[in-house]
């Protein structure tokens, strides 16, 4: 069974009916429940819920603690290859972009980890666009070896691949998957998803089941926020880790919550998800899943990052550069732009004095 | 006192170092309770950066437990035993196997495969378990020089929810028997202490409270209050009064 099997089950579920008949005491009830159900964490997600959102995020703050600890793990991206084969609307690096395009020698790779190794921090995601002619399998294991001498662990964000492939990538020393859906509402995928790979819709969404089935132990996903309807993304993403947390129990999940800002490329964005529902989305992630990573990158800016710190963010980038190369000598553009500009001293220097112990190792390569 | 191995202990307090706000708290937590074992994550030791390696933050008098966390097998722990021997980490080792990242349950049946690798090359070994008396004595015959059995999922503060197994593996157990998981309140440890148990070991609940190292002595003096309760022999409660006209005064026994 594929989580599509789920999904499709809510093809005539009436979202808005079932808001309307939320109240404050069903709120209340999921707040204090342990193990929320599905409808639970619709509750959490509804517009009245909204109003109770501080009572909302005290739980979140407390479950978090409990499994997690004042601590948050640091990690850091280093984007390999910028070429892509799909013209996705609203991302940088789609194919009809007239941008400067580089793939990394794995001289230059080797380079770029030494610089990134100096921030002491052990975990790294290397991402590429979704070119499986430029960046073939034989690279992205190639890429791998090289960082496995200077981190503990690696996770890839690549083009979707079969369970055989990811097999060999698991076997090269890659310990973990970030996949986002973008948009989980079909008609929508389609429509902004217009050629290439990409626009097989069912491939990637069980993309990261195969990943979970290959081994890694790691598996991150999320809904691209500003395409899809706010409620039923977050809705079906915490579905979709919920699918994969009950039948690959050994898998430890994490969820993003990227969303596009109103100032990136031409696309126009459906709908911003604003600052208060970004916080609601966060929070009922966890009191949904309360044993998920939640990934907050640079994407956000410093002072929105430090106060998601207190409430239940658990997985910060710091110091992140987005540009192929980055990190030594960038000439090519960023898949998106960082609103977090602080360098990674900075950014870890804060987060011990909010009172959390940043985690600069918490793998081993085995 | 408690006998673990080779070694002898005169805390049943066992300690961990997860979960803090700040590494350096640790030092006082540990003068201040008396803990003389902790554990520590293999996967958190940092042997590149001194200022985040957690090894740093431990006076060398204490007797360091490292564990295997994030192992999802016995081949995968016994690796991690082995790189934490060669990190200079001694030859304690707390086998933790989990396959289930939600509850973090242990995968008894791996841990046991584990155990007997472990100990015949010269780790003491103590597993950590989901509370089973069946699992026990193989862990025994393993070569285990304690077991773990846990009191409540990791981290839910929950208490002793497996008080009758855990009475089970103290009633019948010839290795000590430590509670690991799930005290979240002094009255817990006593009550774990209270029914037998050898030792507890007590993580989340000192790291995440306001004041750890005040978090600690309280652990550590409800142990102690426990152990000595244990070895008083105070009379139980009991469910029935003393009959006035005794059943069996017949048979002038």
Redesign the interface.
């Known amino acids: 069974m594929s989580f599509l099997n789920k999904l499709n089950k809510y093809e005539s579920f009436d979202f808005k009916e079932y808001f309307n008949n939320v109240n404050d005491e069903m709120i209340f009830a999921s707040i204090e429940k342990k193990e929320l159900n599905q409808f639970d964490f619709l509750n959490l997600l509804s517009p009245k819920a909204k109003n109770h959102l501080e009572k909302i995020a005290q739980k979140a703050h407390e479950v978090t603690v409990a499994n997690f600890g004042y601590t948050i793990s640091l990690y850091l991206p280093i984007y390999v290859s910028n070429y892509c084969s799909s013209d996705c609307l609203y991302c940088g690096f789609s194919k009809k972009n007239k941008i400067h395009r580089k793939k990394l020698t794995l001289e230059e790779v080797e380079i770029e980890a030494r610089e990134i190794a100096k921030t002491g921090i052990k975990h790294i995601l290397f991402l590429t666009g979704e070119s499986r002619k430029i960046t073939p399998l034989e690279y992205l294991c190639d890429v791998t070896k090289i960082l496995k001498k200077y981190f503990s662990l690696v996770a890839i964000e690549v083009y979707p691949m079969s369970k055989e492939d990811y097999e060999v990538l698991f076997e090269a020393g890659v310990d973990g998957l970030t996949v986002y859906q973008e948009v989980y509402d079909k008609t929508l995928y389609h429509s902004v998803h217009v050629s290439g790979e990409k626009t097989n819709y069912e491939y990637r969404l069980d993309t990261p089941e195969r990943g979970a089935k290959a081994g890694f132990r790691n598996i991150n996903i999320g809904a691209l926020f500003g395409i899809g309807d706010i409620q039923k993304e977050a809705f079906f993403s915490g579905l979709h880790a919920k699918y994969l947390s009950d039948k690959y129990l050994e898998c430890e999940l994490g969820l993003s919550i990227p969303r596009i800002n109103d100032a990136e490329g031409d696309f126009k964005p459906n709908g911003i998800l604003d600052d208060t529902s970004f916080v609601q989305i966060m929070c009922a992630y966890r009191l949904f899943l309360p044993r998920a990573e939640i990934n907050i990158s640079t994407r956000e800016n410093s002072q929105f990052r430090d106060n998601l710190l207190n409430i239940c963010a658990t997985k910060f980038s710091a110091g992140s550069k987005t540009e192929v190369g980055g990190y030594t000598k960038a000439k090519t553009e960023p898949q998106f732009e960082i609103s977090d500009k602080r360098e990674s001293e900075e950014v870890i220097q804060r987060i011990q004095d909010l009172g959390y112990e940043p985690v600069y190792k918490n793998w081993e390569s085995i | 006192m408690l006998k673990i191995g080779d070694k002898e202990f005169s805390s049943r307090l066992l300690s961990g170092t ?6 350096n708290d640790i030092k006082g937590m540990l003068e201040r309770c008396g803990s003389q074992i902790i554990t520590i ?6 042997l ?2 001194p ?2 390696n957690i090894l740093n933050y431990i006076p060398k008098n204490i007797t360091l437990l490292p564990n295997t966390s ?1 192992a ?1 097998n016995a081949k ?1 722990a016994v ?2 035993a082995n ?1 934490a021997r060669e990190s200079g980490c001694g030859n304690f080792i707390k086998i933790e196997v ?5 509850y ?1 349950m242990p995968d008894n049946e791996e841990t046991v495969k584990a155990t007997e690798i472990l100990a015949k090359d010269g780790f003491t070994v103590l597993p950590y378990i989901s509370p089973d008396i069946v699992t026990c004595k193989k862990l025994e015959d393993a070569g285990a020089s304690a077991v773990m059995p846990l009191g409540s999922p990791i ?3 929950a208490g002793l929810q497996t008080k009758h197994l855990i009475e089970m593996i103290i009633n019948n157990s010839f290795v000590p028997v430590i509670v690991d998981a799930g005290i979240g309140l002094p009255s817990h440890a006593v009550q774990a202490m209270e029914m037998g148990a050898d030792g507890v070991l007590i993580n ?1 609940a000192i ?2 409270a306001q004041n750890p190292a005040l978090a600690a002595h309280a652990f550590a003096l409800a142990i102690k209050a426990g152990r000595m309760a244990y070895l008083a022999k105070i009379e139980k409660q009991k469910s029935y009064a003393n009959a006035s006209s005794p059943l069996t005064g017949f048979l002038n026994l």
């Open positions: 997860g979960k803090f706000r700040d590494k994550a293999l996967r958190r030791v940092n590149e950066n200022q985040d994030g999802r995968e690796r991690i790189i989990i396959h289930d990242a939600k973090l981290g839910s503060n989340t790291a995440t």
